[in-house]
């Protein structure tokens, strides 16, 4: 096999090179030379996957950085990267923030980022580029130094990469980048970004395959079949929670709600799993106990989620055995009121819904329960279903993870099911706790997109041997 070598550049947790390492056309794969990260639980990833020779680890801005990695990496063959988005997302406070937030994004040294790649492109003149990003990039504008007159950042990455002699355009289209669907690829997930493939050969940039149009993968196609996980109910503080006299105002039907959700759960257990059978049963004589007292008793309510919790921590000395990922699919906690907001809540339904009075969905426990300023956050909560593809995973699963609500469980997504609605292989690890696998997850290029792109690519080098190929070779 011929290797065509490939620097990464803001690598995060592989996302991007994972894709690549499993492009294939005729004799041509990709090699991961040199992978650049700023960030150290990414960087550990990385260097877990692909050896620590691979990964240099530092920032991109800083001149000793730039002098490493050119260096390191004369004769590579395709620069590939995504620098940091925030500042062009759709979501998040670059769309919904106060003003003085909006401003301080504006200014945001990351915006500049993206200038730091093309400055290494000049400098290595691979013969290929793949620059990816949001979607957000298509409308951001930002002022030239020159006239000061706004232009699309898209357009200008386009022009610099033209005049530091690559062609942009794709084949048969009028463009010079293309909005990817990575649910199109084989990504049980709809996430759109932008890509743009650049050459120095002139030659039309090739479209990825999209192998999976009319038939999207979907969530239970992914994670249906993975250990159930039940979280931790917190009860710290529970007075305190909002809308604890919702709670407190339908106290039976929350409950019930609760104790229907974990009943049915019972019907899906796996055969190693039969605990949860065992803690439903104990439960449910608990709960018949308390039921029996109408009115809301917070002692009674906290020792019933106490003793759930003892059936759950017991449970989980079961669960781990010697499986490393059985670590990355762990629930985070989540207090009550939230419980039972995912046991209420409808699959495929979201919190606009259940608000609505016109509307389906419409629950008047839930819209009752519903602790967010409705005004700017309606669909805070948004509870998956089995038979469609995600909605984009994203890094703010960090922070909480209630637009990521599990089909079935009453809880939101583990880090394990995100990475496997990206498309990582189910071996794959990330390295750092819950928050920085979230981050290193919610920032990646699908790998099963990027590998679609990546045999566009080494098809492109096939079919254009005498004019490409001898470039390659040569610098080997
Ligand atoms: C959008 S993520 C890239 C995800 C990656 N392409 C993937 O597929 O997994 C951007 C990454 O750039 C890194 N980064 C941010 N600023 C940087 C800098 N100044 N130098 C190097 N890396 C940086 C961040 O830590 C983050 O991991």
């Not at 260097?47 to 260096?71: A, C, F, P």
């Not at 699959?347 to 819209?367: H, K, T, W």
């Amino acid at each position: 096999m011929t290797k065509v070598k490939i620097l990464d550049l803001f690598a995060g947790g592989g996302g991007f090179s994972a894709g690549f390492a499993n492009s294939r056309n005729s004799d041509l794969e990709f090699e991961l030379h040199r992978a650049l990260e700023i960030n150290e639980e990414a960087c550990l990833t990385l260097e877990n996957r692909y050896g620590s020779h691979r990964v240099i680890k530092g920032d991109i801005t800083k001149q000793s950085v730039k002098d490493r990695i050119l260096n390191d990496c004369k004769g590579v063959d395709v620069i590939i990267g995504g620098p940091p988005c925030q500042t062009f997302s759709l979501a998040g406070p670059a769309r919904s923030g106060s003003i003085e937030m909006r401003e301080q994004l504006r200014n945001d040294p990351r915006n500049t980022l993206y200038k730091h790649f093309l400055e290494l492109v000049e400098k290595l003149k691979p013969p290929f580029v793949v620059f990816e990003n949001v979607e957000g990039m298509v409308s951001k504008k930002v002022e030239t130094d020159l006239s000061q007159k706004q232009e699309k950042v898209i357009e200008l990455v386009c022009d610099e990469l033209e005049a530091l002699g690559y062609h942009t355009k794709v084949d048969g289209q009028d463009r010079r980048y293309q909005v990817l669907n990575s649910a199109d690829y084989g990504t049980p997930q709809v996430r759109k970004r932008i890509i743009i493939i650049a050459n120095r050969f002139n030659i039309d940039n090739p479209m990825p395959i999209q192998s999976h149009v009319s038939n999207y993968r979907t969530i239970g196609d992914a994670i249906k079949d993975l250990p159930i996980r039940l979280p931790i109910i917190s009860t710290s503080r529970m007075e305190k929670l909002k809308n604890i006299e919702t709670l407190k105002k339908y106290y039976p039907v929350s409950l019930d709600a609760f104790m229907d959700r974990m009943e049915d759960l019972t019907f899906h257990v796996h055969s190693e799993q039969q605990g949860i059978k065992e803690l439903n049963y104990q439960l449910k004589d608990f709960y018949e106990n308390i039921k029996t007292r109408k009115n809301y008793k917070i002692n009674a309510l906290h020792n019933f989620i106490n003793f759930y919790n003892l059936l759950v921590e017991k449970l989980e000395i079961n669960r781990f055995g010697e499986n490393p990922f059985n670590l990355s699919h762990q629930s985070r906690e989540h207090n009550f009121r939230d419980v039972v907001i995912f046991s209420l809540m409808k699959q495929g339904s979201n919190s606009a819904r259940f608000m609505n009075p016109i509307n389906e969905d419409y629950d008047i426990v839930l819209d009752e329960l519903y602790p967010y300023a409705r005004s700017k956050h309606k669909d805070t909560y948004v509870k998956h279903s089995w038979d469609r593809p995600s909605n984009t995973i994203l890094a703010h699963m960090e922070k909480d993870g209630l637009k990521f609500i599990h089909p079935e469980q009453p809880r939101t997504f583990t880090p394990y099911e995100a990475a496997l609605l990206q498309s990582f292989p189910d071996d794959y690890r990330f390295y750092g706790g819950r928050n920085a696998q979230f981050r290193q997850i919610g920032n990646a290029v699908p790998p099963k997109m990027a590998e679609a792109i990546g045999n566009a690519i080494l098809k492109t080098i096939s079919d254009n041997r005498n004019i490409i190929r001898p470039e390659i070779i040569e610098v080997k």
